[in-house]
């Protein structure tokens, strides 16, 4: 089982997947696959979900479970027994609570649920629990909104630094587009460190 999110990111049965990307990426991969409709189908929200109002739930195989603590996630997905588990995440979840003991458990329990199944972990933005989580997936995918236009202003020059009102940048600090990384299960490489179009990088 195969789901195309975009032109250069497919997700696969069998591996733990972290993805970061606008929400209306995640529902319009969803709802073009009509093949999505053949397998059991379930999605695991927090206290508030950017995705399903948006996706089409016209098969019997859509499950809709809802989890409003970290400790819940765990129950659902001991108990999964469907081909595809996306999962979004939800920072609340995890406050006030010891993330040192817990993000273990839910990482053991995603790369688990991995075995027989595609496990997608959502996120519009990477925050700290996100990106600890992602560490341990087996492939981590940021997409991105497309870059700004570009300042249009009456070009200037300044000292020879500046160009259309800003300083000119001589290295490239951001990428637009879709970034891809990818590790084997269990790898301890650090993930991109810019991820584009998030809200806030993750913390440090």
């Given amino acids: 089982m195969e789901l195309d999110l975009c032109p250069s990111v497919t997700l696969q049965t069998g591996a733990f997947s972290a993805v970061t990307a606008p929400a209306e990426t995640i529902t319009a991969a969803i709802n073009a696959n009509a093949d999505l409709r053949r397998f059991m189908f ?17 098969s019997a195989n859509f499950e809709v479970r809802r989890a409003f603590t970290v400790f819940q996630i765990l129950t659902i997905l001991n108990e999964s027994y469907h081909t595809i588990i996306l999962i979004e995440h939800d920072p609340t979840l995890y406050e006030g609570i010891d993330r040192g003991t817990v993000v273990p458990q839910v ?9 027989d199944a595609m496990v997608i972990l959502y996120a519009p933005s990477a925050d700290f629990t996100f990106h600890a989580i992602a560490r341990e997936a087996d492939r981590v995918f940021v997409i991105a ?40 299960a269990g790898g301890k490489g650090p993930l991109p460190a810019v991820v584009t179009g998030d809200t806030g990088a993750p913390d440090r």
């Fill in 107 to 115: 990482i053991r329990a995603f790369r688990a649920a991995a075995r």
């Fill in 145 to 184: 909104q497309p870059a700004p236009p570009a300042f249009r202003g009456r070009a200037r020059r300044v000292g020879g630094e500046r160009e259309n009102g800003f300083r000119r940048q001589k290295t490239l600090e951001a990428f637009y587009g879709t970034q891809h990384h990818e590790q084997q």
């Fill in 42 to 58: 379930l999605f695991v929200s927090g206290n508030y979900s950017r995705l399903l109002s948006g996706i089409g739930r016209v």
